[in-house]
């Protein structure tokens, strides 16, 4: 119901789903196997900043902020629970705010620059980059371990983590990591720990440091809110509950169960654990029987290429060409019904909301307000139509982020003078620009 309280404060870990240290478990089947190594190379490095992930993970850089147009969900979430420095995150994002405000000023200059970035908001994220940064390195000592021991075992790896190794491995290595793989994720099928599972199968978004209570809540039921974040949000409300209805009823699961990391590991922290245990069990069947097929699928590729070669028709292919077919198809992953409906919503909020901007008084109100968060911001500017609409936006976000920049320097300011870098009114205001950077679902 619009305007009714959503349920993120119950079940806080749904929403800072980020890598943080997990401990090393044994599923409880014929095989024993930890958890995706990668991750937990990764976690190590955040236990050791754990205290101010902005000190681990984003150097003091507002381009680096600006350029992502904010944070992803998961690390925007972390950021708001668990920094202790807000005075010098409250810095980073006024500059931040400043440089947004500069692109868009010179959008007639650096159009193409601008609309790269614009493209990219959605999946970009400066913590997720330096993360990322860290991982050729991880992954590259399971390669040497693969290409080693040709019948050896491999390390548990995340969904995540084992498309990136896929994506770096030579080709000889491609149908042994991939036949590891498989027998990881039938051991997680039959597993009966569903929290071991779960944290495997999404192994890049485990649990993490709460947010604080309520807080999201009443910001996303705030009119002041982003309006397509409130959308969104209900939207996944609805889907959640369809998740768990097609769970009871045993029906229609394909339909609606995630397949994708994130959400299952959402689900497992909000549904109930007999709906996590179907979701596990659901995605573990449908990823090792994909990855089974794009095996044999490469297999007979090569065997055709091979007897192609006898014909006076043949023209050689090249070894990079040949490997990127091969890679490419085990990377090949089934649509996640989540993503599809969050999608959705997103779309469907921002066409009603530039639809109802057509009337004066809505655009009247919308100035008014606080505006879309920059996620969305990024997306609405590229699917309006008509110069008017685009100046439009981009003027409105000018002025509220121009105000925002405002406030968060003259709390920057008050609190160096007071000495109270970690005050209320400095945390909750870091928190609230938060919001305003990134989009939260």
């Known amino acids: 119901m619009p305007g009714a309280k959503h349920s993120f404060a119950a079940s806080p870990a749904s929403l800072a789903l980020v890598v943080l240290p997990v401990q090393s478990h044994r599923l409880h089947s014929g095989t024993t196997a930890t958890d995706c190594v990668i991750c937990y190379g990764l976690a190590d490095f955040a236990l050791r900043n754990s205290r101010d992930p902005l000190r681990a993970f984003v150097p003091p850089s507002a381009d680096a902020v600006a350029d992502a147009m904010g944070f992803c969900a998961p690390h925007a979430a972390m950021l708001a629970a668990s920094t202790d420095d807000f005075l010098r995150l409250l810095a980073v994002l006024s500059s931040a705010a400043g440089k947004v405000i500069a692109q868009l000023l010179d959008r007639s200059r650096s159009e193409e620059r601008l609309t790269k970035l614009l493209v990219g908001a959605g999946t970009a994220c400066p913590i997720c980059y330096l993360a990322d940064h860290r991982l050729p390195r991880q992954l590259r000592g399971v390669l040497s371990s693969l290409s080693l021991s040709a019948g050896g075992s491999m ?158 028709w043949f023209r050689r292919k090249s070894p990079a060409y040949l490997l990127g ?54 997306h609405a500017l590229l699917v309006a139509q008509g110069d008017e609409m685009r100046n439009f936006l981009a003027s409105t976000q000018i002025a509220q982020l121009s105000e925002l920049q405002r406030i968060l320097q003259r709390v920057v300011e008050h609190a160096a003078n007071s000495d109270a870098a970690s005050s209320p009114v400095a945390q909750e205001e870091c928190r609230r620009a938060i919001y305003r950077f990134s989009a939260f679902v």
């Open 325 to 378: 077919q091969r890679r490419k198809t085990l990377l090949r992953s089934p649509r996640c019904p989540g993503c599809e409906r969050l999608a959705v919503a997103r779309d469907r909020a921002c066409a009603d909301m530039l639809t109802l901007l057509r009337r004066a008084s809505v655009r009247r109100a919308f100035s008014a307000s606080n505006g879309l968060c920059l996620k969305h911001f990024a």
């Open 155 to 312: 390390e548990p790896l995340c969904l995540t983590h084992f498309q990136a190794l896929i994506a770096m491995a030579p080709r000889a290595v491609l149908k042994h990591a991939a036949e590891c793989q498989i027998a990881s994720l039938r051991a997680i099928g039959i597993a009966t720990n569903t929290r071991l599972a779960q944290l495997y199968v999404g192994g890049r978004h485990h649990a993490a440091s709460p947010v604080p209570n309520g807080e999201l809540d009443d910001f996303l039921c705030d009119d002041q809110a982003c309006p397509i974040c409130r959308k969104v949000s209900m939207a996944l409300d609805d889907w959640m509950a369809s998740v768990e209805d097609a769970a009871r009823l045993g029906a229609h699961q394909w339909i609606v169960f995630p397949t994708c990391d994130r959400h299952i590991s959402l689900c497992a922290h909000r549904c109930s654990d007999e709906t996590a245990r179907q979701i596990v069990a659901y995605a573990s069947t449908l990823l090792s029987g994909q990855l089974e097929h794009a095996v044999a699928s490469n297999e007979r590729e090569d065997r055709a290429y091979d007897v192609a070669r006898d014909s006076v």
